[in-house]
Antibody, heavy 117, light 107 residues
Framework: EVQLVESGGGLVQPGGSLRLSCAASGFTFSSYWMSWVRQAPGKGLEWVANIKQDGSEKYYVDSVKGRFTISRDNAKNSLYLQMNSLRAEDTAVYYC??????????WGQGTLVTVSS | DIQMTQSPSSLSASVGDRVTITCQAS??????LNWYQQKPGKAPKLLIY???NLETGVPSRFSGSGSGTDFTFTISSLQPEDIATYYC?????????FGQGTKLEIK
């Protein structure tokens, strides 16, 4: 059974940093692109970033470029999102998702990031 | 970035009704379109990929059509468990943008 479990969310002050993790199981993690998608409270879905199987390609939405870094450790079956210089508008539930031909076919339960003083 | 515009933003329908949601892309995206269902407090679920292909395990009352810039998502006979918000997403170009969502309620 495919499972994706996010962790690392919490309350952080504006300008602070947070590192999200996503533990994957039930599939060959190193064979899939992986994504982060977020959802601000009461709002719609926003694609944030994705990363190729070997980590050699990474793409970001403009609003997080230069502040967020997506990475992966295939030996640990884990996906990460390092978030720096956090802003109030980064407050959201962050989901990790497996990509199958660019469709997110499995999602984690999400982890809430709150940026507030 | 490609803008995805869904309509309507909300919809109220009765059990058994045929429900249709549209999604328009700001430029040609061929058939690179997904449809997701999201129930309150839950992660999204992939229903349709490549505009018209039903994801494994998804009931056949769900369908999708379209190509280019105009797409349609249909529930042939609405069931109570279909109450959710539905999103389209293009994956022709990065970033893989979503529509704003359509909230479906039971009348």
């Amino acid at each position: 059974e495919v499972q994706l479990v996010e962790s690392g969310g919490g309350l952080v002050q504006p300008g602070g940093s947070l590192r999200l993790s996503c533990a994957a199981s039930g599939f060959t993690f190193s064979s899939y692109w992986m994504s982060w998608v977020r959802q601000a409270p009461g709002k719609g879905l926003e694609w944030v970033a994705n990363i190729k199987q070997d980590g050699s390609e990474k793409y970001y939405v403009d609003s997080v470029k230069g502040r967020f870094t997506i990475s992966r450790d295939n030996a640990k079956n884990s996906l990460y999102l390092q978030m720096n210089s956090l802003r109030a508008e980064d407050t959201a539930v962050y989901y990790c998702a497996r990509e199958r031909s660019s469709s997110c076919d499995y999602w984690g339960q999400g982890t809430l990031v709150t940026v507030s003083s | 970035d490609i803008q995805m515009t869904q309509s309507p933003s909300s919809l109220s329908a009765s059990v058994g009704d045929r429900v249709t949601i549209t999604c328009q892309a700001s430029q040609d995206i061929s058939n690179y379109l997904n449809w997701y269902q999201q129930k309150p407090g839950k992660a999204p679920k992939l229903l349709i990929y490549d505009a018209s292909n039903l994801e494994t395990g998804v009931p056949s009352r769900f369908s999708g059509s379209g190509s280019g810039t105009d797409f349609t998502f249909t529930i042939s006979s609405l069931q109570p468990e279909d109450i959710a918000t539905y999103y389209c997403q293009q994956y022709d170009n990065l970033p893989h943008t979503f529509g704003q969502g359509t909230k479906l309620e039971i009348k």
